[in-house]
């Protein structure tokens, strides 16, 4: 069960840090601020998702 669930944090983590990343690349931020914040989630994660839901730069992303 524990792993289970383990597995679907790990998912929905992974499944947000995309969407920050699909954020950020349609971001109107210089490509250098968008390249830093793509790294800092790739090797951050969950700090680097909180902090960019915090303080990044946001897409024109329409649903």
Avoid: E, H, Q, Y
Avoid at 6 to 29: E, H, Q, R, Y
Avoid at 42 to 52: A, D, E, H, K, R
């Amino acid at each position: 069960m524990g792993s289970a669930l383990s597995s679907l944090i790990g998912l929905a983590i992974l499944a947000l840090d995309i969407w920050a990343i699909i954020n950020i690349v349609k971001s109107g931020a210089d490509t250098g601020m968008k390249i830093i914040w793509v790294l800092l989630i790739l090797f951050l994660p969950v700090l680097g998702l909180i902090i960019w839901a915090l303080a990044g730069p946001r897409g024109n992303v329409r649903l």
